[in-house]
């Protein structure tokens, strides 16, 4: 599959690529989404098939409400009704991966500059069978599942301490059961046989909104961060300016996530609930990876958590938010409960580093400036132009990170297999502290990165063939390769 170069837009050739990239996308994030659920046990509590449709929505940028009858159990009104806005973003990476790269991947033979009327062909072709392939997912993804009272126990007990509520019964209600002539015991004994229906679905016309929006910025990502895809005529600059930065953060943050999950792959081995935990890092390692990115760089968060929804959470996160509501959440904070949280400052630092180090490897120099003067071509210039650009891409992805990763659930209900009764969790990051602290961390990596790359000749080695044709160069000094350190 290749993009014809030449402006004319070949129907056959867009309708091969356009399905390949959607349906690959959309079968990996049923893949992963389907083998995370059944992991952590929720086909247990519902049909499989309607809990993958439905949590794929969700990792599109689609809304799932739970609903049904739990007034058995004393909840009416807006209790027994909330809404879930957390995307498993475990499946969203995977689809947004496999679709960006397939969808880039068509356009190379385009060469350097692909017509602006083409590409937005190919690209509108990908958004209408998305939303199509969506727009079902919405239909299938709604499911009823039954909660049984008679399993229902206290609050920090086990089962085995609960016991079941009707074994109870006598006991505890003493001489007071032969009120009303065992009226009393009769009662409770109807509301513990009770059996609610409750159940999840999914909101099309919200949905699919969310989709188009999530499926157009997967595509624009993807063209900010493939080095060797096309660009239209006029935007030949973002080669050697904005894709270098981008294709740097993206892959450190995606490198991230892979340590995340070989992190979650060791806790299993060591963990008495080792599916648990595996099922929970394909779903949603990215989820913590990328929440702990901005926390690690001083980004304060604030939220609170209650009921079950607290359990969800890691180690010290759920100790601070348990006792906690609406207050900062900061790295000094979660220290104070548990020294080895400076290490994720530490390994947040690091990755920034590296960032700026791929930048500089990834930016071509000039000719003029791998002779090592310093001009508008030379170290300083370069260093300039790293410290600059990663720190545009870097302000405007850490606060991006904190809205993807924000948390709002409320569960008065079964939502998905996982019932939590009158609980709730809230995490929101700081949008405008995000923001300068982006740009200031960019900016420092960027200059620190480039300094390194040019001390160690390694400036530009990796520069694509693109962005070394765009670069601007005087000719007066011969391009020999990377210049030594001088």
């Not at 739970?66 to 995307?87: E, R, W």
């Not at 609930?273 to 890092?281: E, F, I, N, Q, S």
């Not at 394909?282 to 980004?299: D, I, T």
């Not at 009921?307 to 904070?333: F, M, Y």
Request: aromatic content about 4%.
């Amino acid at each position: 599959m290749s993009a014809s170069g030449s402006g004319r837009v070949r129907p056959a050739e867009v309708l091969l690529s356009t399905v390949a990239a959607v349906s690959w996308a959309f079968l990996a994030m049923a893949g992963v989404a389907a083998l995370g659920l059944h992991l952590v046990g929720a086909d247990s509590a519902g049909a499989l098939g309607p809990m993958t449709a439905a949590a794929m929505v969700l990792a599109v940028g689609g809304s799932v409400t739970p609903s049904g009858d739990v007034k058995a159990f004393g909840l009416t009104g807006a209790q027994a009704h909330s809404a879930v806005d957390i995307a498993p973003l475990g499946i969203s990476l995977v689809g947004a991966l496999l679709l960006g790269w397939l969808f880039v991947r068509s356009l190379r033979g385009a060469g350097a500059v692909i017509d602006g009327a083409e590409l937005a062909t190919r690209a509108g072709a990908v958004v209408l069978l998305f939303l199509l392939v969506l727009a079902g997912l919405t239909w299938v993804g709604n499911d009823t599942v039954t909660i049984d009272a008679s399993t229902l126990g206290v609050a920090g007990k086990s089962k085995q301490e609960q016991g079941g509520l009707l074994e109870k019964l006598p006991g505890e209600l003493g001489d007071i059961a032969d009120i009303g002539s065992g009226l009393l015991p009769d009662r409770i004994q109807r509301l513990i046989d009770a059996k609610a229906a409750v159940g999840f679905t999914v909101e099309a016309g919200r949905s699919v909104l969310g989709g188009a929006v999530w499926v157009v910025a997967v595509l624009l990502i993807a063209l900010l961060v493939a080095r060797r895809a096309p660009v239209p005529h006029g935007l030949e600059a973002a080669h050697r300016t904005v894709r270098p930065a981008a294709s740097a953060l993206c892959g450190v943050l995606v490198l991230a996530v892979g340590a995340g999950l070989a992190a979650a792959l060791y806790a299993a081995i060591g963990d008495d609930h080792p599916r648990l935990v595996l099922g929970a890092a394909l779903l949603g390692a990215p989820n913590g990876v990328w929440l702990g990115v901005p926390l690690g760089l001083f980004v304060p968060w604030h939220g609170g958590a209650s009921g079950a929804l607290v359990r969800v959470l890691p180690d010290p996160l759920d100790d601070l938010l348990a006792n906690e509501h609406n207050e900062p959440i900061t790295v000094a904070r979660l220290a104070e409960l548990d020294g080895r949280v400076w290490l994720l400052t530490v390994g947040c630092v690091l990755m920034i580093l590296a960032a700026g180090v791929l930048t500089a490897v990834r930016t071509p120099v000039g000719r003029a400036g791998w002779s090592g003067r310093v001009g508008r071509s030379g170290r300083a210039g370069f260093v300039g132009r790293g410290a600059l650009r990663l720190g545009i891409v870097t302000a405007v992805a850490l606060p991006l990170l904190c809205r993807l990763t924000e948390v709002s659930a409320g569960a008065s209900l079964s939502v998905l297999g996982f019932d939590a009764f009158g609980a709730g969790i809230e995490l929101h990051g700081g949008g405008a502290v995000a923001w300068a602290l982006g740009a200031g961390w960019g900016a420092v990596a960027g200059a620190a990165g480039a300094l390194a790359a040019w001390a160690t000749g390694a400036a530009g080695g990796r520069a694509s063939r693109f962005a070394l044709d765009s670069t601007p160069h005087d000719d007066s000094t011969p391009y020999d390769g990377p210049a030594t350190t001088k």
